[in-house]
Nanobody, 122 residues
Framework: VQLQASGGGLVQAGGSLRLSCTASGGTLSNYAVGWFRQAPGKEREFVAAVNWGGSTTSYDDSVKGRFTISRDSAKNTVYLQMHSLKPEDTAVYYC????????????????WGQGTQVTVSS
């Protein structure tokens, strides 16, 4: 399966963005999907994940209450809705897919999208 992440951009602190992860060459609902982010000079870090059925989600503490992950099986897409954005949310955001149960560790994901830049200005 190939993943395409999109929806990034430049936004002021307190603003919102919605990222999309669209799959081709496979059915995304067969996979758990995670979002990760990587800021310059930092390790890639877990943001959120959703299980294959969409019934279970997981979030890093830094985004709980501000970000929501969801999936639309009809569109073969997983979304990351981000509200109350902060400058520290600035990073390249990646989506990834795996047959495993919603892992929070990057190396447990098999398929990766190319990343989309999110920049939050203060």
């Amino acid at each position: 399966v190939q993943l395409q992440a999109s929806g990034g951009g430049l936004v002021q602190a307190g603003g919102s963005l919605r990222l999309s992860c669209t799959a081709s060459g496979g059915t995304l609902s067969n996979y758990a999907v995670g979002w990760f982010r990587q800021a310059p000079g930092k390790e890639r870090e877990f943001v959120a994940a959703v299980n294959w059925g969409g019934s279970t989600t997981s979030y890093d503490d830094s985004v709980k209450g501000r970000f929501t992950i969801s999936r639309d099986s009809a569109k073969n897409t997983v979304y990351l809705q981000m509200h109350s954005l902060k400058p520290e949310d600035t990073a390249v955001y990646y989506c990834a897919a795996t047959y495993s149960f919603m892992p929070t560790i990057a190396r447990h994901y098999t398929y990766w999208g190319q990343g989309t830049q999110v920049t939050v200005s203060s």
